[in-house]
């Protein structure tokens, strides 16, 4: 028989093991084709924020090839393995190292130069829409067009060849540091099963505790109890989380099904059997991979949650820098532009408002606020404004409204929603109680200095407007011109207006409309970069995960067919897969899903003004994505138990 036909032989014998590898190979080089391929569109470059979207593409590219490369290196790592024996009769009918490696090195460039074609083929029938999405995430209003580009496909060729080299040297490591002997038993090995020693039960018990500690110090970190500390907070979160969630999968889990089998007095029903035990006894040879796969997951949520609520906090981020269709913040500005639409006969409304900026006592108002602050909350800066220069508002001489409290700050201080606040002037003492909080911003951030604005009785606002402190006045002046379009079909008009008439030297001005694009091209392509890395991971890491259930299942086809001889029907053994399946598949998800709600419940407040509809949809969409893979193991198993007999 010569070497080709031997190959081909090969190739066709094993094609039950190589169709998930090849799936895996034609998936990674589809995913990174087109994902390159919007790095090298011109359009791209020409509408993304102003040229940073090939280069925010580039860093991506590079990420995504680490999780592609670790992912087709552990993918071989396990196809290899199942064919140890195979590798083990070559050697025992004379066949050298070398040849035998010729073999698996010619089988590969054929599955290889396959799967290169076919998944560069895909990746570009894919990348028109992944393409549109894109332009739909960044708000780019462009037309989304399928090109094929060189440069991508000859960068997509050259890294999965240098990936094909390194699967070539660990292929040839494996066959050079194996002996016959050792190749008949790769798969055979297994964990000695031991009676839970004193120190297994304290390493269960200190990653539970460490995961617990990390947790709580994450919500102490924008307390204002560490800040002088915060680097070293952060770093110890990190580190107390991640060896806890190993310690957790080295011990703590077999612990805990320890005690569950306990309960049952060794009386365990054939579910029980096939998945705690076997669950306790494999857990600790997977503690590493699955710490990996916590950590990343936790990783991918979490910072595509923290992209997403300032993707979904847009709106409001942008209604906070310009509460009006454009916010002007000199009136002699606000005229010159007002001039520009009477001339192209836009019709619109004008606000007017003059402020001034107080000393103020806030400490007796809040709910809240970090420790830090408690020296600042009794001669802060609050700007106050007259209740006869916004609509809709009036108050008595002794009472008064905030407004704006939705904003930034509004996520470290806490307001009641009834309070006392007292304003003084260098001469003059205020008291007021505000009987009422308004989220809805009156002036810009940059005027409002990013706190909630005191609207009071115009009598105590006049009182209070003589013998102002010069030096905490604001640096933006203390009027403001507010411009709402009339007629919202012409807003579009009036904004391409507004943009040839700010361009050049002037106060702040700021169109609610371009801050909500700027903010949603800005985030936008962040998000994209994130969530096609987070998908990418996604994938791969259920992958990872059912690839090893096939493993197992392969090693454990002698038990099936040993109970289904003692009469265990097919569905006794399937109810137990689903258990083992569910803390496989689950227990990573879990232990990720919480990491992620605790590092973005203690930073979200960065990131936007609303954290709970968006971390629950990104969480909810991770969920269901990662569930499809544990649904696939089962339905391998189940295969493989109806094989049995």
Known sequence: M????????????NIRNYYLYVFALIFSVALYFAFVTLQFDPTIDAQANTGKGAAGIKVGSILLIAIVTVFLLYANTLFIKRRSKEIGLFQLIGMTKGKIFRILSIENIILYAGSLIFGIFLGFAGSKLIKLIFFQITGIDQVAALNFSVQAMIQTVLVFLVIYLF?????????KRQSVLSLFQVRSKSENVKKMSVLQILIGLLGIGLVAFGYYLSTKLFSGNIDNMLFFAMLGILGSVIIGTYLFFKGSVSFILQLIRKSKA?????????SLSSIMFRMKSNALLLTVITTVSALAIGLLSLTYISYYSADKLAQQRAPNDF????????????NELDAEQIGYTETHIDFITLRANIADALESAP??????LKNTEMVVVSDQAIAGISVSPDEAVLT???GTISQLLSFQDQGDITLSNQTDTIDVHYTELEEKPILPSIQSINFPVTVVNDQAYQQLANNLNPDIQGAFGSEYVGIDIADHDQLNQANDIFQDWHDGDRNPVYSYSENVNMQKQAVGLVMFIVGFLGLTFLITSGCILYFKQMDESEEERPTYTILRKLGFTQGD????IWYKQLFNFGIPLILGLLHSYFAVKSGWFIFGTEMVTPMIIVMLLYTVLYSIFGILSVLYYKRVIREAL
């Open 167 to 175: 699967i070539m040297v660990m292929n040839f490591l494996f066959i």
């Open 2 to 13: 010569s070497i080709n036909h031997l190959i081909l032989q090969s190739l066709k014998k």
């Open 327 to 338: 916010s002007i913040t000199d009136a002699d500005d606000a005229d010159s532009f007002m």
């Open 371 to 376: 420790s830090n602050f408690n020296g600042q």
């Open 404 to 406: 704006g409290v939705d």
């Open 573 to 576: 053994l399937i109810r137990g």
């Open 266 to 274: 060794g009386y365990l029903s054939i579910s029980n059997v096939l």
